[in-house]
């Protein structure tokens, strides 16, 4: 079983940064694939980016790409979410996701571990 935690969440002001976290519980696979994903009040869960654990590449949705940074951190089993330039539209609860699995995932039914979730605020 595959435990994720996130930390990091709070309220910001547009244009400011945030740094999300989300910290695997257990021995970590190389074979991980690791997404961020968003739910703003009233709307469905979208994927924000991924990486893969092994080889570091990433993918990001459009409306992120440029101000969003996914890395990972083999020493603190940790994968990082940096947010620069933040909008209010950016609002919403941030999920991290994990799966084993060799392609970069982008829909949240590829992802099988789940953390709480955090929120984020962004004021105008």
């Known amino acids: 079983q595959v435990q994720l935690v996130e930390s990091g969440g709070g309220l910001v002001q547009a244009g400011g940064s945030l740094r999300l976290s989300c910290t695997i519980a257990g021995r970590v696979s190389y074979y991980y694939v690791m997404g961020w994903f968003r739910q703003a009040p009233g709307k469905e869960r979208e994927f924000v980016g991924a990486?893969?654990?092994?080889?570091?590449?990433?993918v990001y949705a459009d409306s992120v790409k440029g101000r969003f940074t996914i890395s990972r951190d083999d020493a603190k089993n940790t994968v990082s979410l940096q947010m620069n330039s933040l909008k209010p539209e950016d609002t919403a609860v941030y999920y991290c996701?994990?799966?084993?699995?060799?392609?970069?995932?982008?829909?949240?039914?590829?992802?099988?571990?789940w953390g709480q979730g955090t929120q984020v605020t962004v004021a105008s």
């Open positions: 990486i893969r654990w092994r080889v570091a590449d990433t």
């Open positions: 996701a994990g799966d084993f699995g060799g392609l970069l995932k982008t829909t949240s039914d590829g992802y099988r571990y």
